[in-house]
């Protein structure tokens, strides 16, 4: 019997994708015996966070960058960078911002819920959250308006979650926000392009560690030298409660490493090949493949009926989810009876399991 088993935790096939709710990812043996090393030592923290700066900085074309315990700590520390700049004071004050510029702008389409409000970790910081546009629209010279004296930053999110249309693009809002002077915090979360964001021109960018690199659970800042001194600093203010240890932080940098040798094309044909194989496999079962709103990610949709008295789909990730082995699926879109299968965390042996339990059900 495994640790786990002892604890009384079940064993999970993860059809949902690289999640919070179920540890993010699982992580490669390099990975593993890099944290056993960082473990069994003792380790000059500031010293690593600089050999840090320097692998992120080559792998992502940023000027700098830092690790954080996650992407949500990475936001906060962000927009708290924003707030303070160098000043240690200003560092210790938070979350009263003293009279400095304390607003942070941000399309009404972007503020988002990802297991926690964006508004929420971005406001306790002590930054006054402005949101300008509608839910399903903004302008640019809404934008242009919202700039005054008191904007800190402009914070902008690419995620699945947002409103894929009629938002301001990056492009746009990075070239008002420079004509200003402000700064623009990208929240990249869960996205797969490490160079995009910083090509574009953001100041800041915010990547999770445990979703697309594979990393434990840990997160990551790039950008400006100024604004990431500014970032490292808040681990003598706020950021103190958001501190991470050193094996995530070894790990979070040999996942980045091995994470930028993979190769995505094939990658990509992996992916399509594990849902074809599911998709063949299941029984009277309307399917389709979908890829993802914002990145290069294919997923099998199932298409099951909804009505006034039942909603097939609920009842299928109920069972799924009882059964023998629980088996997590994407669930965004069961209300309109769709279940969707991730191949990227799918382990050998899972693509079979999945398809006996779902044709059992079904049946």
Do not use: W
Request: with cysteine; net charge neutral.
């Amino acid at each position: 019997m495994g640790y786990l088993q002892e604890l009384g935790l079940r064993k999970i096939v993860n059809a949902a994708g690289k999640m919070t709710y179920l540890g993010g990812s699982t992580i490669s043996e390099e990975v593993l015996a890099a944290m056993a090393e960082a473990g069994h030592s003792y380790i000059e923290m500031e010293r690593l966070q600089e050999a840090a700066s320097r692998v992120i900085s080559d792998l992502t074309g940023a000027e700098a960058g830092m690790i954080t315990s996650c992407a949500a700590a990475g936001i906060a520390t962000a927009i708290a960078a924003t707030l303070t700049g160098t000043d240690l004071a200003a560092v210790e004050g938070l979350p009263d911002t003293g009279g400095r510029p304390a607003e942070v702008i941000i399309q009404k389409g972007h503020t988002v819920n990802f297991g926690a409000n964006i508004t929420q970790i971005a406001g306790m910081t002590g930054a006054r959250l402005k949101e300008i546009g509608s839910c399903n629209e903004t302008k640019d010279y809404q934008l242009q308006g919202a700039i005054n004296e008191g904007t800190a930053a402009i914070l902008f999110v690419v995620s699945h979650h947002t409103v894929q249309a009629g938002m301001l693009p990056l492009e746009q809002v990075v070239a008002i926000a420079a004509a200003r002077q402000v700064p623009v915090v990208v929240d990249a979360a869960a996205e797969t392009d490490l160079r995009k964001y910083i090509a574009v021109g953001a100041s800041l960018v915010i990547y999770s560690g445990q979703k697309a690199v594979g990393a434990p659970t840990s997160g990551f800042i790039c950008g400006k030298k100024d604004l990431i001194a500014a970032c490292l600093l808040q681990a003598k203010g706020m950021a103190r409660a958001m501190k991470i240890g050193k094996e995530a932080m070894v790990g979070l940098l040999v996942a980045l490493q091995q994470y930028a040798r993979k190769d995505s094309k094939a990658e990509q044909e992996r992916q399509l090949a594990l849902l074809e194989k599911i998709r063949a496999g299941l029984q009277g079962v309307n399917t389709r493949i979908a890829k993802d709103a914002t990145r290069p990610i294919y997923r099998l949709e199932l298409l099951l009926p909804v009505n006034d008295e039942r909603n097939a789909a609920k009842e299928l990730i109920k069972e799924l989810e009882t059964g023998p082995i629980c088996i997590k699926t994407r669930n965004h879109q069961a209300d309109v009876g769709i279940v969707a299968i991730d191949p990227r965390p799918l382990q050998p042996g899972d693509a079979e399991i999945i398809i006996k339990r779902i044709n059992e059900i079904l049946k």
